[in-house]
T-cell receptor, first 109, second 114 residues
């Protein structure tokens, strides 16, 4: 079956670093996506990994290991506005995105 | 417009009523997706259009759900005889590519069935 696991909730301090993990088991793999979703708003695209390794984009980085079925999103220099849910999604063999339930990140001053 | 828009943003329906939710994708985007998102969960796929063709409707939970995109741009998701379990946020997303993993989402319609 299709399964994507990520922690339900994490707490971090403003200015610190946090790593949000995602493990997946899907029938196909055409890349792994991270989306950010603020409460009551639509998900917005953050990153896309299709090859193993680290992709860096400003304060956000995303890592992928296909052999381990594992990814993480790394957020540096946390700001209060980073408080949101972070959704991990995998592109399956067709065109669908298979979504995790999301990790709610709480930033404390 | 610059992004995906959806209307209405909020809809309260009495059980048994029919509702219609509208999505205006980004102009020129080929692919359009509908998702259902329950509180604290990730989006659940409902249906996918490539231009006006509905290529996949496997995620529609029952035959009370119907979607169309007759001219390959605006799409409507219709729910007949709404039930309480239909209460959720309905998200629309579009992509410039066929298939289109990089999807741009609208703000969603929050449907509450009382």
């Amino acid at each position: 079956g299709q399964n994507i696991d990520q922690p339900t909730e994490m707490t971090a301090t403003e200015g610190a670093i946090v790593q949000i993990n995602c493990t997946y088991q899907t029938s196909g793999f055409n890349g792994l996506f991270w989306y950010q979703q603020h409460a009551g708003e639509a998900p917005t695209f953050l990153s896309y990994n299709v090859l193993d390794g680290l992709e860096e984009k400003g304060r956000f980085s995303s890592f992928l290991s296909r052999s381990k079925g594992y990814s993480y999103l790394l957020l540096k220099e946390l700001q209060m506005k980073d408080s949101a849910s972070y959704l991990c999604a995998v592109g399956d063999s067709n065109y669908q995105l298979i979504w995790g339930a999301g990790t709610k990140l709480i930033i404390k001053p | 417009g610059a992004g995906v828009s959806q209307s209405p943003r909020y809809k309260v329906a009495k059980r048994g009523q029919d509702v219609a939710l509208r999505c205006d994708p980004i102009s020129g985007h080929v692919s359009l997706f509908w998702y259902q998102q329950a509180l604290g969960q990730g989006p659940e796929f409902l249906t996918y259009f490539q231009n006006e063709a509905q290529l996949d409707k496997s995620g529609l939970p029952s035959d009370r759900f119907f979607a169309e995109r007759p001219e390959g741009s605006v799409s409507t998701l219709k729910i007949q005889r709404t039930q309480q379990e239909d209460s959720a946020v309905y998200l629309c997303a579009s992509s410039s590519r066929r298939g289109g993993y990089e999807q741009y989402f609208g703000p969603g319609t929050r449907l509450t069935v009382t």
